[in-house]
């Protein structure tokens, strides 16, 4: 008898199913962390004293419309306004004003 005709084993799935598996979890665990630390300072925020808040976004908007109210011909700078305007969107305080400064300087491209 040939050893070749014998029938082969079947291949078992197992350990590569158990990979993708595992890559699976990896990914929607990146996202997961990701899609929290999105929201990491919107929660910060929301634990600030009110005053203390509010006397923050003042400080911010302020700073935002002397800094960012003139279109900033430095690519620094122009970043610096877009992450700034980010940031003071997510305040509560953030009323129609505030709304349009911000998009103002959000509707210019970065780069």
Same mark, same amino acid.
């Given at each position: 008898?040939?050893? !070749?005709? %014998?029938?082969?084993?079947?291949? !078992?799935?197992a350990?590569?199913?158990?990979?993708?598996v595992?890559a699976?979890?990896?990914?929607?665990?990146l996202?997961?962390?990701?899609?929290?630390?999105?929201?990491?300072?919107?929660?910060?925020?929301?634990?600030?004293?009110e005053?203390?808040r509010?006397?923050?976004?003042?400080?911010?908007? %302020?700073?935002?419309?002397?800094? +960012?109210?003139?279109?900033?011909?430095?690519?620094?700078?122009?970043?610096? +306004?877009?992450?700034?305007?980010?940031?003071?969107g997510?305040?509560? %305080?953030?009323?129609?004003? +505030?709304?349009?400064?911000?998009?103002?300087?959000?509707?210019h491209?970065?780069?």
């Open positions: 008898m040939d050893s !070749s005709s %014998e029938p082969m084993p079947p291949r !078992s799935w350990p590569q199913r158990a990979w993708w595992a699976a979890m990896a990914v929607a665990l996202f997961l962390i990701l899609f929290w630390s999105l929201g990491a300072e919107r929660r910060a925020l929301s634990k600030m004293r005053d203390d509010r006397a923050l976004y003042t400080r911010q908007f %302020e700073s935002l419309k002397l800094m +960012c109210s003139v279109p900033p011909v430095d690519d620094a700078l122009r970043d610096r +306004c877009h992450d700034q305007a980010e940031f003071l997510q305040f509560p %305080e953030c009323d129609g004003s +505030c709304r349009a400064v911000i998009d103002s300087i959000l509707l491209p970065t780069r």
